[in-house]
């Protein structure tokens, strides 16, 4: 970096970027490792045997056996991951479908009609936005105990539902982009406007929907607020409070729960290798709106 | 709370004698001389769509922010039927005892890690909006802890910080002694718990950012190297102020982000050894002991905070809207 007397203008440049380019590299391979070490050692101790991790040889050890899957049936079996996997995959499944459908049809209404109380009506959307989701729960948590509905999978569909204003921007934004001609167009043949928006604007909006459904999914296959309030029962563990759940049986028990993390992370990882560009843009859409 | 609901009812009725008139309509054939536009189910259609959205945003905000401010006036358990307005008893108990405020110095350890995310987010993006070597590679390692569950992240760093684990071994390699229990006192632990935020969420500040960057037009950046600007001056000039609207909305997010920390340091510690968050503590009045009233005061007085913070963002970037798609 520090360059002395440099004979040209071009020589200076020249070098400079490459000292930089050195300094680059050096700092990203730095927060690459930063970011991997604490995965990969994860990864390691959950193919170490109960008397590997005893013997106290550390936690960068390489285990004996790569192929010792025990600990993995533990967490599976033990962990109750299946039912786990059952009630996230009910919650995605609704949830999802419920976001869609809610988030197009509002976008539909507001963007594509002039009616009295529009202005108030999108000011509703607009401030609850600004309402974050962690200070409501308290009292959040009466009304779905009003509806009778707490320690049931339907309360954090409803929630994911019902709350989801992110979503309905992403489908906004979106149908902006349709040309209102071919609302027109279906008009004139005689189309109403449910017609309308199921044959045409629900077809046009499948990029915005890969978004919101790619968005939504990994955020609710995340969450572990919702369902660890409003889904106590140890049978109606999602993904997240079944892993939660490790912390107790398990003890000490690292390998096991180092096992149960990584079958945790691994559909994560495969969703981002086969989805990154999607991922990259729908997380960026979603978090400036 | 009443105004919220007056605003319900306009939904209801409407869609019904809607669903009549339309299917009237269908059958009698609108004039063909008159347009759509002036139709009177024109005006009463969009309710339709919008009666379920509406229904549920009400439900689920509206509803329980009007709760919330009404509950933080009793002193209502949560359970029983009776409560008794108490005024602004539970504001006064939140602002008297010390220890019930004393979480908020809590978020300043998180404050200030979010200044280091920021910090570390930008440089790396302005790193890779050069044309770089495996430039995609380092981009998705560093974005994917953002996708990572948090229960599993509050489990790697467990292991992470326990004696002789991840940390210490690494540690030992350099030649530095372990043995220290970062979780251990409550200055070390919320540093850990605050680094272990950034590890989170540096990722998605960095893909902002670089998403923001790379919309900066290619001439700008010629014409720079025209002018002969170095790489710092390329930043400090060109880059800097291209995504400022966005480098405000991270500065916003990170703000309203560590008042309402919450999962990591439950998951972590559960809130021991001083690392109790406002949002941790506001769900153990609530649901450990049952006290609704004292906890609605506590989530009234963040979300006013919030919604100030929010304020002040606007009135300091007027008009600058954040645009990435």
């Known amino acids: 970096m520090t360059l002395t007397a440099p004979a040209s203008r071009t020589a200076t440049r020249r070098s400079r970027v490459t000292a930089g380019t050195v300094l680059a590299y050096v700092s990203l391979v730095a927060a690459s490792l930063v970011v991997l070490v604490p995965l990969l050692v994860i990864l390691l101790t959950s193919l170490k045997t109960s008397r590997e991790m005893a013997d106290g040889s550390g936690a960068l050890t390489l285990p004996h056996d790569w192929l010792n899957l025990s600990n993995y049936a533990t967490a599976f079996t033990d962990g109750h991951m299946l039912t786990a996997l059952g009630n996230t995959a009910f919650i995605l499944l609704f949830s999802i479908t419920g976001t869609v459908l809610i988030g197009s049809m509002t976008a539909y209404a507001i963007d594509r009609f002039e009616f009295r109380l529009k202005k108030p009506v999108m000011a509703l959307f607009l401030v609850a936005t600004l309402v974050p989701g962690v200070t409501t729960q308290v009292a959040t948590f009466q009304v779905v105990n009003s509806f009778g509905l707490i320690d049931t999978r339907w309360a954090p569909i409803l929630l994911y539902m019902g709350t989801d204003i992110v979503s309905i921007y992403i489908f906004l934004q979106f149908i902006r982009g349709i040309p209102t001609s071919l609302d027109e167009a279906a008009r004139l043949d005689g189309a109403n406007s449910f017609t309308i928006y199921r044959r045409i604007i629900l077809p046009m909006l499948k990029p915005a929907i890969a978004t919101v459904v790619i968005i939504k999914g990994i955020t609710t296959y995340n969450d572990f607020y919702i369902p660890f309030l409003y889904m106590p029962s140890e049978d109606l563990g999602t993904i997240s409070t079944a892993l939660f759940r490790f912390k107790g049986p398990f003890g000490a ?35 400036t709106k | 709370m009443t105004h919220t609901t007056h605003t319900a009812p306009p939904p209801g009725p409407p869609a019904k004698t809607d669903g009549i008139r339309r299917r009237a309509g269908r059958r009698n054939h609108v004039p063909p001389h008159r347009s759509w536009r002036q139709h009177p189910l024109r005006r009463l259609t969009p309710w339709l769509f919008l009666l379920v959205p509406l229904a549920l945003l009400i439900t689920f905000t509206y509803v329980p922010v009007g709760n919330m401010i009404y509950y933080s006036f009793t002193d209502w358990d949560g ?183 919450f999962e990591i340091p439950y998951i972590m510690t559960g809130g021991a050894t001083g690392t109790q968050t406002f949002v941790i503590q506001t769900v153990k009045l609530a649901f450990q002991f049952n006290k609704t009233g004292l906890a609605s005061a506590c989530a009234v007085v963040l979300l006013l905070i919030i919604l100030a913070v929010t304020w002040i963002q606007r009135r300091l970037l007027p008009d600058e809207k954040v645009d990435l798609v």
Do not use: C, M
């Open chain 2, 79 to 261: 359970v029983s039927p009776d409560r008794s307005f108490v005024g602004g008893d539970n504001y006064r108990e939140l602002v008297t005892r010390p220890e019930l405020f004393r979480v908020f110095a809590v978020s300043l350890y998180y404050l200030a890690a979010s200044a280091v995310q920021i910090a570390a987010a930008l440089y790396f993006a302005t790193l890779l909006s050069f044309d770089l070597r495996l430039r995609n590679l380092f981009k998705g390692i560093l974005f994917f802890p953002y996708l990572i569950n948090g229960v599993a992240i509050g489990f790697v760093f467990l292991y992470f910080f326990q004696d002789g684990g991840t940390l210490d071994s690494v540690l030992s390699l350099f030649g530095a002694g372990g043995g220290h229990a970062w979780l251990g006192d409550p200055r070390s632990a919320n540093t850990s718990l605050a680094g272990v935020s950034v590890w989170r969420f540096t990722g998605l500040n960095f893909v902002l950012f670089l998403g923001a960057i790379q919309s900066i037009p290619g001439e700008q950046y010629e014409a720079a190297e025209l002018d002969g600007a170095s790489r710092w001056q390329q930043f400090r000039h060109l880059i800097v102020p291209g995504i400022r609207p966005v480098i405000g909305l991270s500065v916003i997010l990170a703000i309203s982000g560590s008042l309402s920390v």
């Open chain 1, 253 to 287: 028990h690292w390998e096991d729960i180092s096992a149960g993390a990584v079958l945790v992370i691994l559909p994560t990882l495969i969703v981002f290798l086969f989805l990154q560009r999607y991922i990259y843009n729908g997380f960026a859409q979603g978090a």
